[in-house]
């Protein structure tokens, strides 16, 4: 799996990754998640991508292709890709832990538009019995875990951390039980069910 002298991570930048575009990028995560039963997903960034409408995908995959200065791109295939790798959401047999920081409602990533059908898109997800969304609020006092990097677990075999210019994966059992550490202690400052979707409301209403 590893091509680098520690075969416990590997180190792989996303112009590598992105080297025939984004679409394939989006293609090579299928085997993993159709593998994995638990995902684990922290961000404090962005919509994860198993949570992105189409239209926030597209919009989020361009400004990747522009910053990487891709010779083509291929955002809107990759983005029809990306929301269909994430149909994996609605396997019965599978659990989905997201967790995000308040603030990813507000970062308007694209249009008004764009942005409204995203929080719905949202409520409509998280309203789904495989999946379990928490929301770190912005006003969550004395926190016991400031906001860290975006990463993914994928049952407890590896982490996926997200770099501006690479993805990390680790796989060695004592950095993943680092990032688990942290994602309950994320976990238990974050608001779910109505107090969470009360959130979702607020930053709709203020893109009105």
Partial sequence: MSHSTNPESTHTEWRQQMRDGLKPLQNSLVQLFQETRLFRIYSSTLMPGLLQAEGYAAAVLRTVAAFQELPFDDS????????ERSRVIHEPERRFELLIEEVVLHHQLANTEVMTAQLDYLLATAALPSVSLGIIPMATQE???????????????LVSVELLSAEVKLTQPSEIAQYLKAFDQLRSMAVYGSEARALVLKALEALR
């Avoid at 809107?76 to 929301?83: F, Q, S």
């Avoid at 926190?143 to 075999?157: I, M």
């Fill in 76 to 83: 809107a295939e990759a983005a029809r890709a990306r929301v």
């Fill in 143 to 157: 926190r016991v875990q400031w906001p860290r990097e975006t990463f993914h677990v994928y049952d407890d075999n």
